[in-house]
């Protein structure tokens, strides 16, 4: 890769990202996966940032999956947009943030399908108005979460009481990025950076003092893929995709990955422990895997929040030796302890991947 | 082993990094005209064993230079000589057969 190819690139896919403002919707998954991304996007933003950040608790599903899983009509897909957008304008935003690299493409689907077809736009508002009797208006702006946290990577430089280096030799962590396929391979100029080389997640990768590490199969799906997951028989096909990008960085010598989708970071993290047990094969230093970290994950690291707060307990790949590289505390006996101390007992270990 | 009720499926890429082509390079040092071929395919539009088994001298070529095993392609191989006949490249494609089938034995 030419670096001054990239750079030209990076200059061609920039998007206009508002400063302040925002409507916040969440993903229907992540807390479920990564519990406190989401709570770390608005805490960063709102206490950390000062950021008007709004979320509302009659937000739902965007109906991407089921409609990506081929359960559901786009039609319908649409409706279900259409409401969330109403929701927005009755609470008088139009910036709109959506956590979810799934949701994101839908609503940039809708919108592109209703721009190229008007006729569909207005069919669509007289069903929402049938169904619901709510109106909106579409947004001025649509951008990821990940966006916005790039667009403010440098207020939480400057803020970090921890940088991506490596504590003992000063050199920067050799960190791989993997965007969510739905973020700009769709629609390039949806994403900062374009679709080949977004910028996104290696914007704030280096403003944090870490450096990116390109491998061949970098652009490559996670392999979580929708149907190939969700229909059991067909799960072979969903790791071996991630089996392929794990051989494909392996000679690279990575020391933690970083994602911006929901499917992506449990897929890279849980799929380790898979390929481990069918395989033997490990692909971290002395029989660890490679943490695999969400973006509000690692902002918050930086910023000095407990290991545990952030989630990281709930990762199958084991943290710890990244967080002895970069040199952020933590509490070994804490890690299995909830909210108030609460008891959240240790999970059985697996056999060949190693964990704590 | 631990069992998920599913397996790591069997990636169908073929690494050219890590591909062995040492029978390739083999049957090159004995008919070196195999390096000519052009992957033009007149070889398997002609032979009379294709439609029946999937012999092919081209795909017989293209797998070894992928590092592949392709006896099961070569056994149903009659000889007769046909694809030698139109390869525009000139190719001895029976020479060619037959040197590969001795390299496996
Ligand atoms: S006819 Fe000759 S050149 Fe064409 S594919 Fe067959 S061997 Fe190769
Ligand atoms: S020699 Fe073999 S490959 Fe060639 S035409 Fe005859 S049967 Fe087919």
């Known amino acids: 890769m030419i670096y001054?190819?990239?750079q030209k690139i990076w200059k061609d896919y920039q998007k206009e990202i508002p400063d302040d403002h925002w409507y916040f919707v969440r993903s229907c998954i992540r807390q479920n996966f990564f519990p406190a991304s989401e709570r770390m996007?608005?805490?960063?933003?709102?206490?950390?940032?000062?950021k008007d950040v709004y979320e509302t608790p009659y937000h739902t599903t965007c109906g991407g999956i089921a409609y990506h899983c081929d359960t559901l009509p786009q039609e319908t897909a649409m409706t279900i947009v259409a409401r969330q957008f109403a929701l927005m304008t009755e609470a008088g935003y139009e910036n709109y943030a959506a956590s979810c690299i799934t949701s994101f493409g839908n609503y940039a689907e809708v919108l592109e399908t209703w721009h190229e077809f008007p006729e569909l736009e207005a069919r669509i508002r007289e069903q929402l108005w049938k169904a619901t009797r709510r109106e909106f208006?579409?947004?001025k702006y649509l951008a990821h979460t990940s966006d916005l946290i790039y667009h403010w990577r440098n207020q939480i430089a400057e803020k970090a009481k921890f940088r991506l280096v490596d504590k003992d030799t000063g050199e920067p962590l050799r960190i791989a990025e993997h965007i969510g396929c739905h973020y700009a391979k769709m629609f390039p100029s949806k994403g900062v950076g374009g679709a080949e080389y977004p910028y996104v997640l290696t914007g704030m990768v280096e403003s944090w003092g870490g450096q990116i590490i390109d491998y061949p199969e970098r652009r490559h799906c996670c392999g979580y893929g929708f149907r190939q997951y969700h229909v059991k028989a067909n799960r072979g096909y969903c790791v071996s995709n991630t089996h392929k990008k794990f051989e494909s960085m392996e000679p690279y010598g990575i020391?933690?990955?970083?994602?911006?989708?929901p499917g992506c970071p449990y897929f890279m993290d849980r799929w380790q422990y898979f390929i481990a047990e069918q395989t033997g094969k490990t692909y971290g230093k002395d029989?660890?895997?490679?943490?695999?970290?969400?973006?509000?994950?690692?902002?918050g690291l930086v910023l000095g929040y407990d290991p545990w707060d952030l989630g990281l307990q709930l990762h199958q790949v084991a943290v710890e030796p990244l967080l002895d590289r970069i040199g952020i505390p933590y509490d070994?006996?804490?890690?299995?302890?909830g909210v108030n101390k609460e008891d959240l007992l240790r999970p059985s270990l697996p056999q060949t991947l190693k964990c704590f | 082993m631990m069992d998920f009720g599913f397996k790591l499926s069997k990636s169908a890429t073929i690494d050219l990094d890590r591909a062995g082509t040492e029978r390739y390079e083999k049957l090159c040092a004995l008919s070196p005209d195999a390096r000519t071929c052009m992957?033009?395919?007149?070889?398997?539009?002609t032979c009379t064993a294709a439609s029946f088994s999937g012999m092919s001298v081209r795909k017989v070529i293209?797998?070894?230079?992928?590092?592949?095993?392709?006896?099961?392609?070569?056994?149903?191989?009659?000889l007769c000589g046909k694809c030698t006949l139109v390869c525009p490249r000139g190719i001895n494609t029976r020479r060619l057969i037959l040197n590969l089938s001795k390299s496996y034995d």
């Open chain 1, 4 to 6: 001054e190819g990239k």
């Open chain 1, 41 to 50: 996007f608005t805490e960063i933003t709102r206490n950390v940032l000062g």
């Open chain 1, 137 to 139: 208006k579409k947004p």
């Open chain 1, 255 to 261: 020391q933690a990955i970083v994602t911006n989708c």
């Open chain 1, 287 to 299: 029989g660890f895997g490679i943490p695999v970290l969400t973006y509000e994950e690692l902002a």
């Open chain 1, 332 to 337: 070994p006996k804490a890690k299995y302890l």
């Open chain 2, 39 to 45: 992957a033009c395919g007149s070889c398997s539009a």
């Open chain 2, 62 to 78: 293209l797998g070894l230079q992928r590092g592949q095993d392709v006896r099961p392609l070569l056994s149903a191989c009659m």
